[in-house]
């Protein structure tokens, strides 16, 4: 099992940019994929973006444009910068890692795929 820890959460005004970051607890260079989720209260997890083992990444069409997936593996840490945020960004954002290949493409970043959670940190835009 692979250990995630969130971080750069906070309250922006509308515009502005965050940068979260997730530590993983083991290398994340044969990763067969992480991704970012949010989840919004009262909705359900939303996949916000993925990049794969090659570097190939996917994101949903309400943030492309705005933010950037990427992952430094020499610090074993996931990134997810984001920028010109709107009051509809306001969620808990979760990273989420699949180790291995287990039957769904990255690109399909649907939250079954991925075993391992990390616990989560908020992201509240204000108009």
């Known amino acids: 099992q692979v250990q995630l820890v969130e971080s750069g959460g906070g309250s922006v005004q509308a515009g502005g940019s965050l940068r979260l970051s997730c530590a993983a607890s083991?290398?994340?260079?044969?990763?067969?994929?992480m991704a970012w989720f949010r989840q919004a209260p009262g909705k359900g997890r939303e996949g916000v973006a993925s990049?794969?083992?090659?570097?190939?990444?996917k994101y949903a069409d309400s943030v492309k444009g705005r933010f950037t997936i990427s992952k430094y593996n020499t610090q074993n840490t996931l990134y997810l910068q984001m920028n010109s945020l709107k009051p509809e960004d306001t969620a808990m954002y979760y990273c989420?890692?699949?180790?291995?290949?287990?039957?769904?493409?990255?690109?399909?970043?649907?939250?079954?795929?991925?075993?391992?959670w990390g616990q989560g940190t908020q992201v509240t835009v204000s108009s």
């Open positions: 083991k290398y994340t260079y044969s990763f067969y994929c």
């Open positions: 989420a890692a699949e180790p291995s290949y287990s039957g769904s493409w990255c690109y399909d970043v649907s939250p079954p795929q991925f075993p391992d």
């Open positions: 990049i794969d083992s090659d570097g190939i990444t």
